[in-house]
């Protein structure tokens, strides 16, 4: 994507920031509901997974190349300068248990960059990794931490209830969407509902929706499909009729086949009103400052899901926004909380496993 650098971006200030009032009694109510997920999936599967983002769709590997001779504003941090990085990929929806894919909900995909060297996040020191998490969406769903909170614990009480009336609620919540569709609107709400169109997850354009320092300055990441054969499943229809699996398969044929390409973009905060930091609902418009090209993904053909690549990602690593680079700090109450509680749910997963969660320095002999 060619764009224009934004010429002032806001230098980042700690003023910026401003802790909701009991942040910490968030933090543990959202670790108590993502056990309470975590435990009844356990229960059935015994199997240790994710409190969200549990089924992966696509587990890939492949290499991030950032471009050489950035502007002095873009070159922060992991993108100071033109560098090819090994890199992880896994594909995945959003829901704590795995469920036939006619539920139909976001799409999520979590990047991890190895070999990345330069002053540690806390908690990640010692290591080399660098994580995107992202979704199909330019908001999160949520303003802040204590209303995700409110969102997740109704989720957690539809865990393991009911997949034919969750398939039944769907195929309802995909109806009412493409009506508001119609009229020219979105549902952010029904689509995480389950109202997700039965589309290619190739095809979708991935955001991280909340913000990360930028070296001195303030961003957002995108990672936006390029090669044709990609650009071409946007909003493309996916065959799900007796198959549980099948936006797995889909992924599985697409890579039998051919090589990916993605974009790798960062937006740049501009303007704290229109792009605030503690509301995470809130999308940056796009017009005030653009997403602008910073890096190139390449991901070859490739087996793209198997027993053995999700026993090594899967249930081999964890993906968290606070596995990097001091220079991409996380900021926000959305980022702040995540620091406590996908560190804790790691933990929980591997000692459910009886497994290792380790960063990786090398990419898995699959």
Not at 117 to 124: A, D, H
Not at 145 to 157: G, I, M, Q, R, T
Request: hydrophobic share 40%; proline share 8%.
């Amino acid at each position: 994507m060619t764009a224009t650098v934004p010429a002032a971006p806001l230098p980042y200030q700690a003023a910026f920031e401003k802790p909701e009032d009991g942040e910490a009694e968030t933090i543990h109510g959202l670790i108590e509901t993502l056990e309470k997920i975590s435990h009844t999936t356990f229960e059935d599967t015994k199997h240790g997974l994710r409190g969200v983002h549990a089924k992966s769709h696509g587990l890939l590997t492949g290499e991030v190349r950032v471009l050489d001779h950035l502007p002095p504003v873009l070159a922060q941090g992991l993108f100071s300068k033109a560098c090819t990085y090994p890199a992880v990929l896994r594909l995945s929806t959003v829901p704590g248990d795995v469920l036939d894919d006619k539920v139909s909900t976001p799409r999520a995909l979590a990047i991890k960059l190895l070999g990345v060297e330069g002053e540690r996040l806390p908690g990640s020191e010692g290591d080399t990794t660098q994580d995107f998490v992202m979704v199909n969406g330019p908001a999160f769903g949520a303003p802040d931490a204590k209303h995700f909170l409110k969102n997740l614990k109704l989720l957690a009480s539809t865990t393991d209830k009911g997949e034919s009336l969750k398939k039944a609620f769907s195929a309802l919540a995909r109806g009412t969407e493409k009506v508001i569709e119609a009229f020219g609107g979105k549902s952010g709400t029904v689509i995480a509902m389950g109202g997700h169109p039965e589309t290619n997850i190739l095809g979708e354009t991935f955001y991280s929706q909340v913000p990360s320092l930028y070296g001195p300055y303030i961003a957002k990441f995108s990672i936006a499909p390029t090669s044709p054969a990609l650009k071409a499943l946007t909003d493309a229809p996916v065959d799900l009729h007796d198959r549980p699996n099948g936006i797995r398969d889909a992924v599985n044929d697409y890579f039998a086949h051919n090589e990916a390409q993605w974009e790798l973009r960062v937006q740049l905060c501009t303007d704290l009103d229109a792009m605030p930091i503690e509301d995470a609902s809130v999308p940056w418009p796009e017009n005030k400052s653009p997403f602008i090209t910073v890096a190139h993904i390449h991901v070859p053909r490739q087996v793209a899901w198997s027993e053995a690549r999700s026993a090594a990602i899967d249930d081999g690593m964890a993906f968290s926004p606070w596995h990097g680079l001091a220079a991409h700090r996380p900021i926000g109450s959305i980022m702040r909380v995540r620091r406590v509680v996908y560190d804790t749910m790691s933990k929980i997963r591997a000692r459910q496993n009886k497994a290792s969660i380790a960063e990786p320095t090398s990419l898995p002999p699959f």
